[in-house]
């Protein structure tokens, strides 16, 4: 790695770590956890990130890779999945919330995502919410392409399934959970 001054870049990405470490884990410890173990990972091994690769992507890699390996080690000690809070939804801001309207529909859509199954989940996340290209999330998960393609269609129409067919914000609500 030449030229690239990874301490300055990481306090950039840190609120980006921070969003994409609490969708993926579901829990405010854990988040916490995951960022700052992906980045003492990323700056231990700075010499690693090659010169065509995005830095947040790379940390992004880390992050996932050290979410699956937990994931893994709770599956071991016999522990039971994250446990999704929802109360979580109401500390990461959403910029382009402009309205309630919007912002009720964005955590309708999260709550969604998070009814994925994990790999699903990590495609959806990384693309449709992080931004990063399908090249870019075959390589946070060490993938091809194509499976990142085809978890990305099966999980938009996992989601267009939870959706359709409830056309008033009240009724999707009450189908993705929420009130009575």
Request: aromatic share 4%; hydrophobic share 45%; with cysteine.
């Amino acid at each position: 790695m030449t030229g690239v001054d990874l301490p300055s870049l990481l306090v950039d990405m840190l609120p980006r770590l921070w969003a994409f470490a609490l969708r993926i884990s579901g829990n405010r410890h854990d988040a916490e956890d995951l960022v700052q173990r992906a980045c003492v990972r990323a700056l231990e091994r700075a010499h690693q990130l090659q010169q065509d690769t995005s830095p947040l992507s790379w940390v992004f890699s880390i992050m996932h890779s050290i979410w699956i390996n937990e994931l893994r080690a709770r599956k071991v000690r016999s522990r039971n999945g994250v446990e999704w809070d929802d109360q979580l939804l109401e500390t990461v801001p959403d910029p382009s919330g402009a309205n309630p309207e919007t912002e009720v529909l964005h955590r309708q859509v999260l709550r969604a995502i998070e009814r994925l199954p994990e790999a699903q989940r990590a495609v959806i996340l990384l693309v449709a919410i992080e931004g990063l290209s399908y090249k870019e999330a075959a390589d946070v998960l060490a993938v091809p392409i194509g499976t990142v393609m085809s978890r990305l269609s099966r999980a938009r129409q996992a989601l267009g399934a939870l959706f359709e067919g409830h056309p008033t914000p009240d009724t999707a609500r009450k189908a993705l959970g929420y009130g009575s």
